[in-house]
Structures are given as structure tokens and as C-alpha cells.
């Protein structure tokens, strides 16, 4: 079936441009992830979206972030007036219901490659 | 705050070794660990997913374990091959799910 998919999959923006990343997640997958990982650096935890609960953003860097998903199907990743530290790949990951205590599996999507000049 | 890291940084073998990659973790109270590999420009591929109950997972020539207690868990490939050249990354989940991922290992199988 189909796995995780995110668009576009390259962006190039102007310092200052705001940005809109997409991100599908695998059909019936409740649990949806953003990370980020700048050059050589390591993956890092953006906001973390789980049915209808309120999410998790804990990770997000600063209130330029922000991400919203709806139901269960596509998440926008937004970030405002970038800045050139913003420069990363965007990655989305789902997973399935978390059930039992055991929190399962995480397929990620190809990523978003920004450059923010 | 839980930390995870990862040994060696690079490593390069000649193919048709055996060899294992190190992931340590600074809090033991994970929900899962789990195994990926990162080809060059591309996303996460899935390896192998240990739940905090379990001390292994095996799939084809790789096999991860986890010592829970002690805060470590190792991947195991065997016969490596130049298709295996990838950069592995370990992770734990704790009580959000979320993953705190290792800076990863870069690894090149040498023809």
C-alpha cells in the first residue's frame, strides 16, 4: 500500500517567506509526527498529533511554527517569516493506533528538503 | 532529559563481515527502541522495532537486542554487503511517543 508521503519535496524560499509543508500519512494511521534534521545534526521532535487529542508541540522551536491536521488524514506544517536557520529536511512519520501501552511503529515519509536563502 | 548515543560515529568494513552497531540511552523507562537506516537525500527506512518487554528482534540477516536495564541496545548485521552502506539511526519512545533518535552511524561496505 501506500506509505507516507510529503510535498513538496524540495522548497526553496526567500529569508522572511512564509512556508506551507504537507505531509500524508498512511490511510488509518491515527498517530502523526513532524521532525526536523538540519545538516549535520541529528533528528530532532517537532509536534506530534494523536486522533483527536490535543497535540503535542513541545518541540516546536518558536511560535513561528505551526502545524494543524485534520482528523486523521493531512497535516500542513507552517513556519512564518523563515529564517536561514530554518534550513532543514522536514520529516512526517505515522503510525498506527497506540493501544496496550506499546507505542508501535513509525514509517516516515521522503521528507521536505527547505532552503531558506 | 533522555539522550541517546550512538558508537562508532563511521565505520567501514570489506564485505561479507559481521558487525555491530551501539546505541546507548541515558533513561531507561522507554516504551520501544527502534532501528532505521537513512540512504543519502532520502527518508527513514524501518528496521527493526523492539518493545520494551522484548530482548530481540530479527529480520533476515539483521537482529537487534535490547538490555533495557542498562540503557544499551545493539544491531547485529551479518555478511554485510555494499548494499548495506547506509547511515543507521537508533531511537527510543517514551511515555508520548514521540522518538529521540542517536546522531547515527554512518556505515560503508567496501566490495
Known amino acids: 500500500g501506500a506509505g507516507v508521503s510529503q510535498s513538496p519535496s524540495n522548497k526553496v524560499t526567500e529569508k522572511g517567506k512564509d512556508v506551507e509543508l504537507r505531509c500524508d500519512p498512511i490511510?488509518?494511521?491515527?498517530?502523526l509526527y513532524w521532525y526536523r534534521q538540519r545538516l549535520g545534526q541529528g533528528l530532532e521532535f517537532l509536534i506530534y498529533?494523536?486522533?483527536?487529542?490535543?497535540?503535542?508541540k513541545s518541540g516546536l522551536p518558536s511560535d513561528r511554527f505551526s502545524a494543524e491536521r485534520t482528523g486523521e488524514s493531512v497535516s500542513t506544517l507552517t513556519i512564518q517569516r523563515t529564517q536561514q536557520e530554518d534550513s532543514a529536511v522536514y520529516l512526517c512519520?505515522?503510525?498506527?493506533?497506540?493501544?496496550?501501552?506499546?507505542?508501535?511503529?513509525?514509517?516516515f515519509g521522503p521528507g521536505t528538503r527547505l532552503t531558506v536563502l | 532529559k533522555q539522550e541517546v548515543t550512538q558508537i562508532p560515529a563511521a565505520l567501514s568494513v570489506p564485505e561479507g563481515e559481521n558487525l555491530v552497531l551501539n546505541c546507548s540511552f541515558t533513561?531507561?523507562?522507554?516504551?520501544?527502541l527502534q532501528w532505521f537506516r537513512q540512504d543519502p537525500g532520502k527518508g527513514l527506512t524501518s528496521l527493526l522495532l523492539?518493545?520494551?518487554?522484548?530482548r530481540e528482534q530479527t529480520s533476515g540477516r539483521l537482529n537487534a537486542s535490547l538490555d533495557k536495564s542498562s540503557g544499551r541496545s545493539t544491531l547485529y548485521i551479518a555478511a554485510s554487503q555494499p548494499g548495506d552502506s547506509a547511515t543507521y539511526l537508533c531511537?527510543?519512545?517514551?511515555?508520548?511517543?514521540?522518538?529521540?533518535f542517536g546522531q547515527g552511524t554512518t556505515l560503508q561496505v567496501k566490495p
Open positions: 533513561d531507561s523507562a522507554i516504551y520501544n
Open positions: 512519520a505515522s503510525s498506527p493506533h497506540y493501544s496496550g501501552g506499546a507505542y508501535n511503529e513509525q514509517f
Open positions: 523492539i518493545q520494551s518487554s522484548q
Open positions: 498529533f494523536q486522533g483527536n487529542s490535543a497535540p503535542d
Open positions: 490511510s488509518g494511521h491515527t498517530a
Open positions: 531511537a527510543v519512545s517514551g511515555n508520548t511517543g514521540k522518538l529521540i
